[in-house]
């Protein structure tokens, strides 16, 4: 009998939250956070287990935690064959932060490498957005090309905004100044939508991210990415890919473009043939996207020891 083909989806910025290693301290992976804490000189156990949601909404340490907490979620789930039982895995994606998780379970990267990057390429974000400071919202019931056009008037009339993430139907996130973001929240009801605003500290995804590029390229530029690996969806084309990319190219042009993440699950369960996909980190984000961009998709969440031990009990 064949086995499901699955897909491992991480998430990014924003699941962060107060005491989001507990469930995962005494398992045999919690030790992964001395590794990371190692590489980037931040403790990972105090900023998982004791440090206020407040402090965690800083760019770098909430990208931190986050990345950690998908890197021991994996690797408890791979040392407790939870992802064997679920299926054969054939490709990975990550939401912004999260692809850097995505190209350490698919093989592209060490966790040390990958740490690094992590640790390199929120210190940038966070520089660039005190230089040049900017503000995003999702905007919510209206297409994506009428998201798009609106964005182009603002922008004709002066207001710095660009779309940043094409997260699902119905759901496009926009980044740009506090005046852009102001004005599209106040034209958002001439096409139909509503405006959520976001609590993060810059316009990512966006060209004010374009010094937080330039200081990745660097770190980027002595990082080895293996020469094979498993496929991985990038967020900047949506396309698949196994090893014989620019990997540094991808991801400078993450920063300042918008991630694609609906297109990307589009690639996972069309061309890649995913059948079910498997979100590993904190929050259950990706699961809600993933069931409105591809309903017919099985969506497993792996948030918790919990929700390992839940899988085929």
């Known amino acids: 009998m064949d086995r499901m083909p699955i897909g491992l989806v991480f998430p990014g910025q924003g699941t962060q939250r107060e005491g989001m290693?507990?469930?995962?301290?005494?398992?045999?992976?919690?030790?992964?956070?001395?590794?990371?804490?190692?590489?980037?000189?931040?403790?990972?156990?105090?900023?998982?287990?004791?440090?206020?949601?407040?402090?965690?909404?800083?760019?770098?340490?909430?990208?931190?935690?986050?990345?950690?907490?998908?890197?021991?979620?994996?690797?408890?789930?791979?040392?407790?064959?939870?992802?064997?039982?679920?299926?054969?895995?054939?490709?990975?994606?990550?939401?912004?932060?999260?692809?850097?998780?995505?190209?350490?379970?698919?093989?592209?990267?060490?966790?040390?490498?990958?740490?690094?990057?992590?640790?390199?390429r929120g210190r940038a974000m966070r520089q660039a957005a005190e230089e040049r400071p900017g503000t995003m919202g999702v905007l919510v019931a209206a297409p994506l090309d009428e998201v798009g056009g609106l964005a182009e008037r603002v922008r004709a009339d002066g207001f710095d905004v660009w779309v940043a993430n094409v997260n699902a139907p119905g759901q496009t996130v926009v980044s740009g100044s506090p005046e852009g973001i102001d004005r599209i929240e106040a034209d958002a009801p001439s096409i139909g939508a509503k405006m959520i605003r976001l609590k993060v500290g810059g316009a990512f995804h966006s060209p004010y991210m374009a010094p937080a590029a330039d200081s990745l390229r660097a770190a980027l530029k002595d990082t080895a990415f293996a020469p094979e690996h498993l496929p991985v969806v990038a967020n900047a084309d949506a396309e698949s890919h196994t090893g014989d990319c620019d990997w540094p190219g991808l991801a400078t042009r993450q920063l300042t473009s918008p991630v694609l993440w609906e297109p990307a699950v589009r690639t996972l369960v069309g061309r890649l043939g995913c059948r079910s996909l498997v979100e590993i980190g904190p929050g259950r984000t990706l699961a809600g996207l993933i069931r409105r961009i591809a309903a017919d998709t099985e969506v497993v969440s792996l948030d918790s020891p919990a929700a390992l031990a839940a899988v085929g009990a």
């Open 21 to 120: 290693g507990t469930p995962w301290r005494d398992t045999p992976s919690w030790k992964l956070t001395e590794e990371i804490s190692d590489v980037t000189g931040e403790d990972l156990a105090v900023l998982l287990l004791d440090t206020p949601d407040e402090h965690l909404r800083r760019t770098d340490l909430a990208q931190l935690t986050v990345f950690t907490v998908a890197a021991v979620a994996h690797a408890e789930a791979v040392r407790r064959g939870t992802l064997a039982a679920l299926g054969d895995v054939v490709a990975c994606a990550g939401h912004s932060l999260g692809e850097y998780a995505a190209l350490t379970a698919a093989g592209a990267l060490s966790l040390s490498a990958a740490a690094a990057l992590v640790a390199a």
